[in-house]
């Protein structure tokens, strides 16, 4: 059973930054499609990022574009996720997701993201 662990969630006020990773262990396959999401109280669990099997290719929603940046070390299984500029809209639990299928293709969608995290929680203050 794949294993992703979250941790980096804190407070910081609006225009502060935070650095999320993720653990992953026990991949059972070669590496996965990884995201972020995040879900704030009252909403629906909305995609962050995402980041292709190799690294080199990676999406992001709208709201969060130029401000944060998704990575992974390959070599340590962990994917992070830098958060810059931070607005209080950003405030939420965040997840990590990691998905069997080809990232390219894959999107946002919930049902298609095998494992998640626990969470972390990130509160920007105004």
């Known amino acids: 059973q794949v294993q992703l662990v979250e941790s980096g969630g804190g407070s910081v006020q609006a225009g502060g930054s935070l650095r999320l990773s993720c653990a992953a262990s026990?991949?059972?396959?070669?590496?996965?499609?990884m995201a972020w999401f995040r879900q704030a109280p009252g909403k629906e669990r909305e995609g962050v990022a995402r980041i292709s099997q190799s690294g080199e290719t990676t999406w992001y929603a709208d709201s969060v574009k130029g401000r944060f940046t998704i990575s992974r070390d390959s070599a340590k299984n962990t994917v992070y996720l830098e958060m810059n500029d931070l607005k209080p809209e950003d405030t939420a639990i965040y997840y990590c997701?990691?998905?069997?299928?080809?990232?390219?293709?894959?999107?946002?969608?919930?049902?298609?993201?095998?494992?998640w995290g626990q969470g972390t929680q990130v509160t920007v203050s105004s």
């Open positions: 997701a990691a998905s069997i299928d080809g990232c390219t293709f894959l999107g946002f969608r919930l049902d298609r993201y095998n494992y």
């Open positions: 026990r991949y059972p396959y070669s590496s996965p499609c």
